[in-house]
């Protein structure tokens, strides 16, 4: 008899424990439901001469001129806007990178605006005869660890958690 309620107990207890673990695995394996990535860049000004074209260009500047950016970036799906950087990059001589604006936004409104008055002078590192690209990017708060270091591709798919925008610009004498 003290062998058969052992073994019913037993039993009972491998059973709760079973169940126990089949409900613990069926929780952590699906993944909550999530809003999707879909954020707008705009580059407003400079404005493109061909907004319709893949590679936006801008009317040429005169060194001496005043650049005035003016970028937006929007959220489609009420999301905060995290994460923005606008850089304009030397295309001419060798890529680097002139004017480079990083922004940790935490702009729950779902957009952000950056803008500036950029001088296209020698002493900001401009010079005649250049062409130069403006680069607008918004990624999402995951693609970023809590200090704001960028993931790895390895880590994070980055082409699905971000949005971009260029223009190409040139600068005359």
């Known amino acids: 008899m003290g062998k058969i309620r052992l073994t019913m107990k037993l039993t009972k207890i491998t059973a709760l424990l079973l169940m126990f673990a089949i409900g613990f695995a069926s929780c952590g394996g699906e993944d909550e439901p999530h809003t999707p990535f879909d954020y707008v860049v705009a580059i407003n000004s400079p404005e493109a001469t061909n ?11 005169n060194l001496g001129d005043v650049l005035e950016l003016d970028v937006d970036f929007e959220s489609q799906t009420g999301l905060v806007v995290h994460h923005v950087s606008v850089s304009i990059t030397d295309l001419s001589n060798d890529s680097s990178i002139i ?4 922004e940790h936004a935490h702009d729950a409104s779902g957009s952000f605006n950056h803008m500036v008055s950029i001088n296209l002078v020698e002493d900001a590192g401009y010079y005649a005869d250049s062409d130069w690209m403006i680069t607008a990017t918004v990624k999402s708060h995951e693609a970023h660890d809590e200090e ?13 958690d971000e949005a971009s925008a260029q223009i190409r610009f040139h600068i005359n004498p």
């Open 148 to 160: 704001g270091h960028e993931h790895g591709e390895d880590e994070h798919d980055s082409e699905s």
């Open 51 to 61: 907004p319709d074209a893949v590679n936006k260009e801008a009317a040429d500047f």
């Open 99 to 102: 004017y480079d604006y990083k």
